[in-house]
């Protein structure tokens, strides 16, 4: 292997390079993109019975926050639960926002690999074949100098199979990556809806509770006739 990138040229360097960046991409996001980090099981319905019970501690809060994204979103929900139900929305699709940066984190770095690999591959080749037919144009080949020739001619296609290597599997990791956070954002969405709308129906009780114990109270102070 190593011997073929030093035949490859020096157009195996940025080949090189891509490859470091995405084996680190691969690791990173296979870890980052667990779906216990982000959404995991039993998180939302154990929100909601907390919600419903109206005993979330600054602590439990904390502990969410800090467990899953799905965890700091319903965080978010909770601090604003005594808002309008536009307010709630508005701070729930921002938060909603951020996650979903964070989950394609470094995917458009894994599409430019896949994109760029192939085409410096090619580059190098073309690169090499122009040296290799220069030299045939200024030079007679023949007998033992044919070998050399066709040993540089392969010499050059070394960066095309090294930028297709690089390519592929980057390729295959994006569209992997991908729809992995396509799904894991629809969940997310699923239950940012769920708990909005808790949320939004015990606001609503609370204010007619509200409103009735003032009606009460405006009655009780009002003096007898």
């Given at each position: 292997?190593?011997?073929?990138?030093?035949?490859?040229?020096?157009?195996?360097?940025?080949?090189l390079i891509?490859?470091?960046?995405?084996?680190?991409?691969?690791?990173?996001?296979?870890?980052?993109?667990?779906?216990?980090?982000?959404?995991?099981?039993?998180?939302?319905?154990?929100?909601?019975?907390?919600?419903?019970?109206?005993?979330?501690?600054?602590?439990?809060?904390?502990?969410?926050?800090?467990?899953?994204?799905?965890?700091?979103?319903?965080?978010?929900?909770?601090?604003?639960?005594?808002?309008?139900?536009?307010?709630?929305?508005?701070?729930?699709?921002?938060?909603?926002?951020?996650?979903?940066?964070?989950?394609?984190?470094?995917?458009?770095?894994?599409?430019?690999?896949?994109?760029?690999?192939?085409?410096?591959?090619?580059?190098?080749?073309?690169?090499?074949?122009?040296?290799?037919?220069?030299?045939?144009?200024?030079?007679?080949?023949?007998?033992?100098?044919?070998?050399?020739?066709?040993?540089?001619?392969?010499?050059?296609?070394?960066?095309?199979?090294?930028?297709l290597c690089?390519?592929?599997?980057?390729?295959?990791?994006?569209?992997?990556?991908?729809?992995?956070?396509?799904?894991?954002?629809?969940?997310?969405?699923?239950?940012?809806?769920?708990?909005m709308a808790?949320?939004?129906?015990?606001?609503?009780?609370?204010?007619?509770?509200?409103?009735?114990?003032?009606?009460?109270?405006?009655?009780?102070?009002?003096?007898?006739?």
């Amino acid at each position: 292997m190593i011997d073929y990138i030093y035949q490859g040229g020096w157009f195996m360097l940025p080949l090189l390079i891509c490859s470091v960046l995405l084996i680190s991409i691969v690791i990173e996001r296979f870890w980052f993109l667990q779906k216990r980090l982000v959404v995991p099981n039993g998180v939302l319905n154990n929100f909601v019975r907390l919600v419903k019970t109206e005993k979330i501690s600054i602590t439990q809060q904390e502990s969410f926050s800090t467990t899953s994204s799905l965890g700091a979103l319903l965080v978010v929900a909770y601090k604003y639960k005594d808002k309008p139900r536009i307010s709630l929305e508005e701070k729930i699709s921002e938060k909603a926002a951020d996650i979903k940066l964070d989950l394609e984190r470094n995917l458009n770095m894994l599409g430019i690999i896949a994109s760029i690999s192939p085409l410096l591959g090619l580059l190098g080749t073309v690169v090499g074949m122009i040296k290799a037919f220069r030299e045939i144009a200024q030079h007679s080949f023949v007998g033992s100098k044919q070998t050399g020739l066709a040993s540089g001619v392969s010499e050059a296609l070394l960066t095309t199979a090294g930028g297709l290597c690089i390519g592929i599997p980057a390729l295959i990791f994006y569209s992997l990556f991908r729809g992995k956070v396509q799904g894991l954002v629809a969940e997310l969405e699923a239950a940012s809806t769920h708990i909005m709308a808790l949320l939004a129906a015990q606001y609503k009780r609370a204010s007619i509770s509200k409103a009735r114990a003032g009606k009460q109270k405006s009655e009780t102070s009002r003096p007898a006739d």
